[in-house]
């Protein structure tokens, strides 16, 4: 068929694959920013995965109905090493920005507050060249958000821009991906900002997503995170989903998946709609005519799986030292030992350390830095103590076809 036309390349569809089957999610954020509004209690919110799971798009999906209710948002990715300051600013200038409040002299407080709290990210004796400028024109506020204390400032910003979103009516809606990148005292401070801002009924809230240990990461920070948020825990598609998510596209093309493609394709892919998406992309190029069948599906497997391994796996195995790629196929090969001898495993194929460090003949102490080092970079996360898992889904089958 037309690959011109092909509705499966990244952003040409209207409604990516990714959105298939999170219409709950949609309108249960939809009543959260109306009860806020209409000054009720609610949490803030925190989506979690594994990649591929789509928590980005639903991430940016959620922000589009803030813009659509009227409220300014912000949005940023958290990476290692990097401070909340710089981009918390960023995102709350751009929020305010589209507040639209009318007293310009408030907004320009509010502004200086979040200069302010923008350059403390500099040390104090730094030099004015050093200092990053946050592209804010109102001029900084002293004595406000501006003590250095994170937690201290970032309760007084958030603070400060729910009050100026209450005056006129509307919300502020912060969206964090990779959260689970922040540092510990970044995420103690938010914590502590969103259970200010609750106790306070400011029209403020937080939308986080991440991988799946976000919560324990929340949890050893603040005790009381639990209460501050509303977990949404974003999985594969169900087979009805995924179904969803290959014929919308191609019906809006005038074409049609045969059932025994639709029925080859949730085996191929698992319902993961980013695997959904780079099988479509390939099988709707490689099918002849309408309806695509079982055997285009055939065909479009090695192409596929070829995609994926250069820009989904092998560009995240890449970003591994040598002794960190030797760590991740012991792991995957634990897996397959595991599964042989009749253990259930998830997609994560979480695997006992111990078990990991028995296979490669080594002390598990001496695997730490390796262990360490794939945490940070995100390819696998701990979701109990003593087991380590794959961050990305069929990790694990990549490694061990590719060995």
């Excluded at 099918?287 to 055939?298: F, G, H, L, N, Q």
């Excluded at 799986?305 to 890449?318: H, M, N, P, T, Y």
């Excluded at 194929?349 to 695997?367: F, G, I, Y």
């Amino acid at each position: 068929m037309d690959p011109i036309r092909n509705p499966y390349a990244p952003g040409a569809g209207q409604r990516p694959p990714e959105l298939a089957g999170r219409d709950e999610q949609l309108k249960t954020f939809e009543v959260v920013l109306e009860r806020i509004a209409r000054g009720r209690p609610e949490r803030s919110i925190l989506l979690t995965g594994l990649r591929g799971v789509g928590k980005t798009v639903l991430l940016n999906a959620l922000r589009g109905a803030a813009v659509r209710a009227g409220w300014g948002s912000g949005k940023f990715e958290a990476r290692p090493e990097q401070g909340l300051r710089r981009p918390m600013s960023a995102a709350l200038h751009v929020a305010v920005r589209e507040l639209g409040h009318p007293q310009g002299d408030d907004v320009d407080q509010v502004l200086g507050v979040i200069k302010a709290f923008a350059l403390r990210d500099a040390p104090a004796n730094a030099k004015l060249r050093e200092k990053w400028q946050p592209g804010i024109d109102a001029p900084a506020q002293t004595g406000r958000a501006d003590s250095g204390d994170i937690e201290i400032d970032l309760v007084e910003l958030l603070t400060d821009v729910g009050g100026l979103a209450a005056d006129v009516g509307k919300g502020v809606a912060i969206f964090i991906d990779e959260m689970q990148d922040l540092g510990s005292d970044d995420i103690s401070a938010l914590c502590a900002a969103c259970h200010e801002i609750s106790q306070n009924g400011l029209p403020v809230i937080v939308v986080g997503a991440g991988l799946p240990h976000l919560p324990a990461v929340l949890s050893a920070s603040k005790s009381y995170s639990e209460r501050l948020f509303r977990y949404t825990r974003i999985d594969r598609l169900d087979r009805e989903a995924a179904e969803f998510a290959l014929q919308s596209p191609a019906r809006d093309e005038e074409s049609e998946w045969g059932a025994d493609a639709l029925e080859a394709m949730y085996v191929a892919t698992g319902g993961y709609p980013y695997f959904i998406q780079a099988y479509g992309k390939v099988a709707w190029d490689v099918a002849p005519r309408s309806p695509i069948t079982a055997e285009d599906v055939t065909v479009a497997g090695p192409e596929a799986e070829e995609e994926l391994g250069v820009g989904f796996f092998g560009s995240r195995f890449e970003r591994a030292t040598p002794g960190e790629r030797e760590y991740l196929r012991a792991m995957a090969d634990v897996a397959a030992e595991l599964f042989a001898a009749g253990e259930e495993l998830d997609e994560s194929e979480s695997v006992p350390t111990a078990a990991v460090a028995k296979h490669l003949d080594r002390k598990p102490q001496s695997l730490s830095p390796a262990r360490d080092g794939l945490l940070k970079k995100g390819l696998i996360y701990s979701g109990e103590r003593g087991r380590i898992a794959f961050t990305v889904p069929h990790f694990g089958k990549y490694l061990r076809n590719s060995a």
